[in-house]
């Protein structure tokens, strides 16, 4: 059975947000009134959409608005207009804008309630010749649904508009009290006609950035993230909550899906006055599986790829392992040959986040005929420290080796001790393999788009399971 928007609006005003809340695959993202808020100011200082209802910004220093826009030229409080049948008042049309002053309140099982506060400038002539000049304070105030638009994205809906005229002053000219009661009642009956699209202008522009959480962010060119809201929002008197799944594909369409983790998230309070974006460990495990499946993580190391300090060549080798040279003599150059045939396990706790990379690794001496002769082979297990770090639109990772561990799979001659390797083995990882693993890594972890807010200068936090960004609104 279909629901109706009513249905779903109840629905989802049966909902609020609680704290640790528990999460486990989705990315969890709260968004600060004051955030919501700051959106709503920026899209009206500078928005193109803004302009077209109110006009082009001719003063931005001083906040006002011209009179080439709808409230402006056309002259409709002009003569013809509402002030048509007073001779006395020729030409009286609203000239100025102040850039309004935003203050919100959220509205818990609604959405909110935002308040515009602006003046209205109005030149004209008056009674006796001469220029009349008024300027009017006004309070456009609004209720406005949060619900969830047909593509699934959120959406904040105009339910009621009404305008409350304040002081009225006479800045220039002269006006009898008798027309002057005249024009505070005929403002009283144009301005919500005039100032409520301001409103859904707004929210059109809010609406477009809620919408943009429905998006696909690329993993390099090898795949892609597609972010899609689960549920309803939630609210409360602070914040809005999206509960947003992460779907990764691959770059031909394929879904990059693995087990779901079974310990589920402990999401910490959100303090006041920030927003907060929770990333669960599985993003990190599906974009690592992007790479491990396209074989992004594998490599080829030969001596052209490490420092003139570090022999790749049967010499280092011979001066640890002889046994595991064979007849082959010094000098020659080594090949190593390193696959990541199972998934990289990555480990988020005790605001440290590790990754273990299990790599086969073969290693190969030339030989007369051009195929290179396999020595031996070694099942290693390579454990990275990961150090985070965001930017507006991604996490990004940057891996150091902390520790090899390994054991000999197989060898053309004798059995040997692979520890004796350890050390010489790592130095050629460092210097290659983790170099490449950085440079593979850029694509970083996507972040959703959420009103176009920047993480860049976020606080992280690694937790059980989890990276949390918190950024101050």
């Known amino acids: 059975m279909m629901l109706g928007p009513w249905s779903l609006l109840l629905l989802w005003g049966l909902a609020s947000p609680c704290e640790g809340l528990l999460e486990t695959v989705g990315t969890l993202a709260r968004l600060d009134k004051d955030e919501l808020s700051k959106a709503i100011q920026n899209s009206l200082v500078g928005g193109p959409i803004l302009q077209n209802v109110l006009g082009t910004v001719t003063s931005l220093n001083q906040g006002l608005l011209g009179?080439?826009?709808l409230l402006g030229g056309g002259g409709l409080l002009g003569t013809g207009g509402v002030f048509g049948i007073m001779e006395e008042l020729s030409g009286v049309k609203i000239e100025e804008l102040t850039l309004p002053e935003v203050s919100l309140k959220l509205l818990p099982g609604f959405g909110v309630q935002l308040n515009l506060h602006t003046k209205v400038g109005l030149h004209g002539s008056g009674p006796l010749g001469g220029l009349l000049q008024l300027a009017a304070e006004v309070n456009v105030s609004s209720r406005v649904g949060l619900g969830m638009s047909s593509r699934g994205t959120p959406t904040l809906v105009l339910k009621r508009c009404s305008t409350l005229?304040?002081?009225?002053?006479?800045?220039?000219?002269?006006?009898?009290?008798?027309?002057?009661?005249v024009v505070?009642?005929?403002?009283?009956?144009?301005l919500p006609n005039l100032l409520c699209p301001m409103v859904d202008s707004v929210l059109g522009v809010m609406n477009e950035l809620l919408g943009a959480t429905l998006s696909l962010v690329p993993i390099g060119s090898l795949g892609y993230v597609e972010f899609t809201v689960a549920t309803l929002p939630l609210i409360s008197n602070q914040y809005i909550e999206l509960d947003i799944n992460s779907i990764v594909k691959s770059?031909?369409?394929?879904?990059i899906d693995f087990p779901k983790p079974r310990v589920p998230v402990k999401v910490p309070p959100k303090q006041d006055h920030t927003s907060q974006?929770?990333?669960?460990l599985y993003l990190f495990n599906t974009v690592f599986g992007v790479l491990q499946t396209s074989g992004a993580l594998d490599m080829d190391i030969t001596p052209e790829l490490v420092p003139g300090n570090i022999l790749l060549?049967?010499?280092?080798?011979?001066?640890?392992?002889?046994?595991?040279?064979?007849?082959?003599p010094p000098g020659q150059h080594l090949l190593l040959s390193l696959r990541v045939k199972e998934l990289p396990t990555i480990t988020l706790q005790n605001k440290k986040a590790t990754v273990s990379i299990p790599a086969t690794i073969h290693v190969l001496a030339p030989a007369p005929q051009g195929t290179p002769v396999a020595l031996f082979q070694m099942n290693e297990v390579l454990t990275l420290n990961a150090q985070l770090a965001p930017s507006a639109t991604k996490l990004h990772l940057s891996l150091s080796l902390e520790r090899l561990r390994g054991k000999l799979d197989s060898s053309s001659a004798y059995t040997f001790d692979v520890s004796h390797l350890e050390e010489w083995l790592r130095s050629v990882l460092r210097a290659a393999y983790v170099s490449k693993l950085n440079v593979v890594l850029e694509v970083g972890i996507p972040l959703p788009k959420i009103l176009n807010v920047n993480f860049s200068n976020s606080v992280l936090d690694i937790i059980e399971n989890a990276v949390v960004l918190t950024v101050a609104s």
Do not use: M, Y
């Open 67 to 69: 009179s080439k826009g």
């Open 165 to 181: 005229l304040g002081h009225i002053s006479l800045l220039s000219g002269l006006l009898p009290a008798p027309l002057f009661t």
């Open 184 to 190: 505070e009642r005929t403002l009283f009956k144009v």
């Open 251 to 255: 770059a031909a369409g394929d879904l």
């Open 277 to 280: 974006v929770t990333v669960p």
């Open 313 to 328: 060549t049967t010499t280092s080798l011979a001066t640890l392992v002889p046994e595991a040279l064979g007849n082959l």
